[in-house]
């Protein structure tokens, strides 16, 4: 028992960032695009907030700098997503197709930027990254509590939620009634770049002292995965997200166990991405995503 | 005959890749101009020259082997991913099909020592298997088969990095060299080594992707199976109203593309070019240069040959920028700037679809127009 409450901030740790992604691609599915993009995009976020962080703790205003660091994070990664946002609803490129193509270019993009400013494949080691507070808790899972409750408030109890949502199910109707579709479509992907941005910044900040090519390791993935097991709802996005953060926190406490040692580190490994598939498979069913979602929408003419 | 040029899909597909291609060098270019201006033109035409930069002709066919080599498991993949997307399935898991189907021929090989074939025929079966489970899970779980595919990627990645473990060198994390452990699991050269200046690395795996990839277009052209899965992918609706198995034909095609896959691997590391490192951390990139290579050939098993070959040829020619000025990751950063290009292809060719179209019907009115006049008169 001791052991479980001990090991509740490593599980709010791992999970955070994986639910604060997960909300940004449920927004970004709701207005109506498919965001496959969230992988690189959280690369690219820690990449910039790990390397703010280090430039700045060198320069001496280590105070601000993990603030600062996220916020550059979530700069950069929004403004990259602007790419996905341009290609999938102004080109009507496969959005499957050209989120890949971001993975991809996330990979070379960050190497390359570390290449440029530290001259090495990943960025250099700073100090101090977050600090725990009196519960032993990181801020970054106060962050992600928040983001969840904005998040559910904006999506149901404003005026713009219910537009955002119209347009993932019904982009013609949406517009029918004067709502600009592109325009909310431009916010959801934006949303779900500054937020995976944020994310990335958290996990790299919390969890290691610096960005490699290795630090985000398919938990971009796990939230769009999360997504879908959520239902495309908050609370089940953040359930979801728990589960499989839960999954991926076990393989870090399961060394703390001497009896676990025994098992291969690869299976736990495994875990974390073995739970994700199961549970979509054990509850699979009707269809809930968005109507619209993944489909371009050319406007007008329908 | 200009008219009936742009008519012709083919000829569309071509322009729109070479269009991407130019496109992607041309953002390379200004990339390497914003880092160092003095090179910039001089690394561009590096990394397209490849094997061109050596001046000895037997050094330039060595390399020019070496670049085939690395193109035949990556034709391998595309077709994969060509195939699954011919019925409108998005297989990014061929990463992980691959990486099955270096899993199990290996193992074959180095464990049990099997010969060439029954090795090849193995990872084939690997790739398949996973290939179908994630047809199942799309067809009867309604998973997304992105999603399970990725998932997928990781779980066999580690598994393959457990398995493979048994038969790797005690002081490194690669598995034994197979040349020397078991040199009957390597592909039979047939004497093509030869032909590229005594390149050991050539063997029938090159001529074997090119007939695989022949023998895709004849089964998606030619046969009824082909028109049933190409049905599918243009209206599901409509096929499954004709009478046809649609869950039945997804999960073939998702095992017929994990087998392509499978075999791809195979094909690569039967040759002995290269060893799995057990401490790999992140999916084998085949499966999704593939995907770039699978949109750049326009979709056409023939268009794949060609820009597979491209995207090898210009991964490889990356290594030989020079490293005092930019580095190493360059090529990386090009080759990932016409990936991501790569997508645009279908892009384009929708929008000169448009454009052609919008033509004919401008000429079409007017055709109506001088009619009427003449009627008139």
């Keep these: ?302 | 005959m200009k008219k009936n040029l742009w008519k012709s899909e083919g000829f569309k597909s071509l322009i729109a890749s070479l269009i991407c291609i130019v496109l992607g060098m041309l953002i390379g270019f200004l990339v390497l101009l914003f880092i160092n201006p003095a090179g910039a033109a001089e690394a561009i035409f590096t990394v397209m020259k490849n094997f061109f930069t050596y001046s000895r002709t037997s050094a330039q066919l060595k390399y020019f082997g070496s670049t085939l080599v690395k193109t035949a498991p990556l034709l391998m993949c595309a077709l994969s991913i060509m195939f699954a997307y011919k019925v409108g399935l998005f297989n990014i898991g061929a990463s992980g099909q691959y990486c099955a189907g270096i899993c199990a021929c290996l193992y074959a090989a180095l464990k049990w020592h099997w010969g060439w074939l029954p090795c090849m025929l193995f990872a084939i079966l690997a790739g398949a298997v996973f290939g179908s489970i994630v047809g199942l899970l799309k067809s009867y779980c309604n998973v997304n088969e992105v999603i399970s595919g990725i998932m997928l990627n990781w779980i066999i990645l580690y598994g393959t990095n457990m398995i493979l473990s048994q038969v790797k060198e005690t002081t490194s994390p690669y598995t034994f060299e197979i040349r020397t452990t078991s040199p009957e699991a390597i592909l039979p050269s047939l004497g093509l080594g030869k032909l590229f200046n005594n390149n050991i690395y050539v063997t029938i795996a090159i001529p074997l992707s090119i007939i695989m990839a022949i023998l895709i277009m004849i089964l998606l052209d030619k046969t009824k199976f082909g028109y049933e899965l190409k049905a599918t992918g243009f209206n599901k609706n409509a096929a499954r109203y004709c009478g046809m198995a649609e869950k039945k034909n997804t999960i073939l095609t998702l095992a017929i593309a994990g087998g392509l896959a499978g075999m791809g691997a195979s094909l690569l590391y039967q040759t002995g070019f290269t060893q799995w490192e057990c401490s790999t951390s992140s999916v084998p990139g085949m499966g999704f240069n593939g995907i770039a290579a699978t949109f750049l050939g326009g979709l056409n098993p023939i268009g794949t040959i060609f820009s597979s070959y491209f995207i090898q040829h210009i991964t490889a020619g990356g290594a030989y920028v020079d490293k005092t000025m930019y580095c190493s990751q360059i090529s990386d950063l090009i080759s990932a700037i016409i990936i991501y290009l790569c997508g645009f292809v279908l892009f384009l060719k929708l929008a000169m679809n448009a454009i052609v179209s919008r033509r004919e019907e401008k000429e079409i009115k007017k055709s109506e127009l001088e009619n009427d006049k003449g009627g008139i008169a």
């Excluded at chain 1, 600090?131 to 990181?138: A, I, S, T």
């Excluded at chain 1, 993935?221 to 959520?230: C, E, H, L, M, S």
């Excluded at chain 1, 393989?251 to 299976?267: G, Q, R």
């Design chain 1, 1 to 302: 028992m001791n052991m479980i409450i001990s090991s509740i901030p490593t599980i709010l740790m791992i999970v955070a960032p994986i639910l604060i992604t997960a909300i940004g691609g449920m927004i970004c599915e709701r207005s109506g695009v498919v965001n496959i993009a969230l992988e690189g995009l959280m690369g690219i976020g820690a990449c910039a907030a790990a390397s703010t962080h280090y430039l700045m703790e060198a320069a001496g205003c280590g105070r601000y700098s993990i603030a600062v660091a996220l916020l550059v994070g979530m700069l950069v990664s929004g403004l990259f997503s602007l790419i996905h946002a341009v290609a999938s609803i102004n080109f009507n490129a496969d959005q499957t197709i050209s989120g890949t193509g971001i993975n991809l270019l996330a990979d070379g993009v960050t190497i390359f930027a570390s290449q440029i400013l530290f001259h090495a494949d990943r960025t250099k080691e700073f100090k101090v990254g977050m600090v725990v507070d009196k519960l032993g808790l990181y801020p970054t899972a106060y962050i992600a509590l928040v983001v969840v409750l904005v998040a559910w408030y904006v999506l149901y109890k404003t005026p713009f939620g219910l537009h955002l949502r119209a347009c993932g199910e019904h982009p013609a109707a949406a517009e029918s009634v004067g709502i600009n579709v592109r325009r909310i479509r431009y916010i959801g992907v934006g949303v779900s770049g500054i937020l995976s941005g944020l994310a990335g910044g958290c996990i790299v900040l919390t969890q290691t002292i610096q960005y490699t090519s290795n630090t985000i390791n398919g938990r971009g993935f796990i939230a769009i995965a999360a997504v879908a097991f959520g239902r495309w709802t908050p609370l089940g996005v953040t359930g979801a997200a728990f589960l499989f953060g839960a999954a991926q926190a076990f393989s870090v406490i399961a060394t703390n166990f001497p009896a676990l040692k025994v098992i291969p580190a690869e299976w736990f490994n495994m875990l974390p991405y073995a739970i994700t598939l199961i549970a979509l498979i054990v509850f699979s069913g009707k269809d809930y995503a968005p109507q619209a979602s993944g489909k371009p929408y050319s406007g007008g003419a329908s």
